[in-house]
Nanobody
Framework: QVQLAESGGGLVQAGGSLRLSCVAS????????MGWYRQAPGKQRDLVAT??????TYYADFVKGRFTIAVDDAKTFSLQMNNLLPEDTAGYYC??????????????WGQGTQVTVSS
């Protein structure tokens, strides 16, 4: 099964930048669909951005023009976050839909990394 580990969260002032990374480990053939989601306390988990193995991206309206999702290598993808706003404060979670060694689907979530933006 795919295991995911996020890094790069932290505390930043409004207008600042952070770069989140998600590293996949375990037995899999390819990461076919990758995404970042976020969840603030007491709120639902929202989709932030997604990318396919072929490079097709999707962004939620509230991050368009500020965040960029990218595939860094066969096991790593990232989320560059610029011009951060206090309302971007949340736990950020990476997600993958992978092809396992036996060609079945393997869907996994990371444990999350906290992003806090001060005003």
């Amino acid at each position: 099964q795919v295991q995911l580990a996020e890094s790069g969260g932290g505390l930043v002032q409004a207008g600042g930048s952070l770069r989140l990374s998600c590293v996949a480990s375990g037995n899999f053939r390819t990461l076919d669909f990758m995404g970042w989601y976020r969840q603030a306390p007491g709120k639902q988990r929202d989709l932030v951005a997604t990318i396919t193995r072929g490079g097709i991206t999707y962004y939620a309206d509230f991050v368009k023009g500020r965040f960029t999702i990218a595939v860094d290598d066969a096991k790593t993808f990232s989320l560059q976050m610029n011009n951060l706003l206090p309302e971007d404060t949340a736990g950020y979670y990476c997600y993958v839909d992978a092809t396992a060694d036996d060609y079945t689907r393997d869907k996994s979530w990371g444990q999350g990394t906290q992003v806090t933006v001060s005003s």
